[in-house]
């Protein structure tokens, strides 16, 4: 499991827009996102900087959290 930190993601449409940047990416597994926390648990193979490209071109800037 990946866990990233997204801190622009603040609403419905903005978790909908990052689940689909991440299932863009081939590897990903299950997405769950928390809005509260702003961050994302995705589970799969794929790699770390592939995601955090998908969520920068989608506009939703991300890093790796601990």
Known sequence: MTRLSVPDMS???CKA???AALAS????GAVRVDLASRT???DGAAAIPAL???LD???YPASAAG
């Not at 990416?25 to 990903?28: C, H, L, M, Y």
């Open 52 to 54: 955090l490209s998908a």
């Open 57 to 59: 071109a989608a506009g």
């Open 17 to 19: 827009s990052v689940e």
């Open 11 to 13: 609403c419905g449409h």
């Open 40 to 42: 994302v648990e995705v």
């Open 25 to 28: 990416v081939p590897g990903t």
